[in-house]
């Protein structure tokens, strides 16, 4: 696509997103004081509770019921790893009562698969579900995937960061007593001095996770990376030569593939990065732009790059679309994936009232 070509679609796309319902997104209308206390009550004098809210959720037959087996799945788990920071805010995403109140949002207004997150936010998702249905009202969980992020310890700006060992649900154990769906797992690769090691450590770490994976059924989502030293920061390279050879390893990794999905970011010729593998793969959207047009531009070309391009995992494009709303931003990106909009139309249908 052209550069021109492009800049016309990004600008027909944001006039047809326009602004939902007239104004900015208002997240404190979410989630109440009074459902915060509550939740903070049932961690401090009933855990049981989370438990029990956990293993009584409905769940689904089949990861996708979109007769073509697509998936739009919301990402959360951007804090366990110290992501904070939102555009020039390096904690834009550390007020929690916010970020549940996005979450919601985008649980109670879109038609997204499901939400993929460390524990500490599926429970606090789970838990806010059951005490609202409990109330009487309505509640936004259904019978949405519930993916659990598991290694979470490669921390933000650390000294050792690409050491992203299993720190969050440990074992494919801990995702079946949880009573989820599946698991993500993050390897980010550098062929540079001693991050080369810790990257090959966590990936050797990460094969056995899932062969453990396999052993009980559960599909894994791998995340996989090529970064890069940039004044001092782990950055996304944007080599396209190292991209095509991550998606070869990350495509071998454990002792079955079977269950394996694969979370790669867009970048251009995403046609290569398809013929890269036979594994299903889902888009990553990475940092928060405050352009939701370009993102729905971008997912709009890479679902047409491969067959076995199959929908998106994306977080924070979603949750902080700028002034938009992040359901209607939701909304948009399930047009795309589950229904084969174009870009434009995506858009469209989504600015209308949910």
Same mark, same amino acid.
């Given at each position: ?31 109440? &004081? *009074?459902? =915060? #206390?509550?939740?903070?009550? @049932?961690? +401090?004098?009933? /855990?049981?509770?989370?438990?029990? !809210? ?42 929690? &009562? *916010?970020? =549940? #109140?996005?979450?919601?949002? @985008?649980? +109670?207004?879109? /038609?997204?698969?499901?939400?993929? !997150? ?53 074992? +494919? ?182």
């Amino acid at each position: 696509m052209t550069e021109d070509r492009l800049a016309k679609e990004i600008h027909s796309t944001t006039e047809a997103l326009g602004r939902p319902g007239g104004g900015g997104f208002d997240p404190s209308s979410l989630v109440s &004081a *009074d459902e =915060l #206390a509550a939740l903070a009550a @049932v961690r +401090a004098t009933r /855990p049981e509770y989370v438990r029990n !809210a956990l293993a009584a959720r409905p769940r689904r037959q089949r990861l996708s019921d979109n007769p073509r087996g697509r998936l739009v799945i919301l990402a959360a788990d951007h804090p366990g790893r110290m992501m904070t920071a939102l555009g020039a805010d390096p904690v834009g995403l550390a007020n929690r &009562a *916010d970020y =549940l #109140a996005r979450i919601v949002r @985008v649980l +109670a207004a879109s /038609p997204v698969d499901g939400l993929m !997150a460390t524990p500490d936010v599926i429970e606090d998702v789970v838990v806010l579900d059951a005490l609202r249905r409990k109330e009487g009202q309505a509640g936004f969980l259904g019978r949405r995937l519930l993916i659990g992020s598991m290694n979470r310890s490669g921390l933000a700006g650390a000294a050792h960061e690409l050491w992203d060992m299993p720190s969050a649900y440990l074992h +494919a154990g801990d995702l079946v007593a949880a009573n989820l769906d599946g698991g993500k797992i993050l390897w980010r690769y550098t062929a540079e001095g001693e991050a080369n090691r810790e990257a090959l450590e966590t990936m050797a770490a990460l094969a056995e996770l899932l062969g453990e994976l396999a052993a009980v059924d559960l599909p894994v989502f791998i995340e996989a990376l090529a970064v890069e030293l940039k004044d001092g920061r782990w950055a996304v390279s944007r080599s396209q030569a190292e991209w095509l050879r991550l998606v070869g390893a990350a495509s071998s990794l454990g002792p079955t593939t079977a269950r394996s999905w694969l979370k790669i970011p867009f970048l251009r010729p995403y046609e290569r990065i398809a013929a890269a593998t036979t594994l299903p793969i889902l888009m990553l959207g990475g940092p928060a732009t405050g352009n939701p047009a370009a993102l729905l531009v971008d997912f709009a070309e890479g679902l047409r790059s491969g067959r076995n391009v199959y929908g998106a995992l994306v977080g924070r494009n979603i949750l902080y679309p700028g002034s938009h709303d992040p359901a209607a931003m939701a909304r948009a990106v399930c047009h795309l994936v589950h229904d084969g909009a174009a870009a434009e139309e995506a858009a469209r249908r989504a600015a209308q009232p949910a």
